[in-house]
Nanobody, 122 residues
């Protein structure tokens, strides 16, 4: 009933751009918020950007002004536009969805995609 599939990762030079996408197949749940996380081996997973149900967004300080989270009108695809990439952005990037049913005032569960690798060279 829930499937999240990331794409768009790759290798770029510093200063370049990538656009990550997350194809979301979500049935019978209410989407409360959608996220992009990233993780470097040996470190904790870090929240990068959040898109809330009301359309508000939250970014970690290190990506503010460079990354933009968005969703298509149908809500089937979540995107992360990443500009001015830096070597420290190198990580596995994961899409995540906080879902509940029948509505977001119920207990939420977080679902994860498998990740897509982003590598930025200097």
């Amino acid at each position: 009933q829930v499937q999240l599939v990331e794409s768009g990762g790759g290798s770029v030079q510093a200063g370049g751009s990538l656009r990550l996408s997350c194809a979301a197949s979500i049935y019978t749940y209410s989407r409360c918020s959608m996220h992009w996380f990233r993780q470097v081996p040996g470190k904790e997973r870090e929240g990068v950007a959040t898109l809330n149900r009301d359309g508000s967004t939250v970014y970690v300080d290190s990506v503010k002004g460079r990354f933009t989270i968005s969703q298509d009108n149908a809500g089937n695809n979540l995107h992360l536009q990443m500009n001015d990439l830096k070597p420290e952005d190198t990580a596995m990037y994961y899409c995540a969805a906080d879902l509940a049913r029948p509505s977001c005032n119920k207990l939420k569960s977080r679902y994860w995609g498998q990740g897509t690798q982003v590598t930025v060279s200097s």
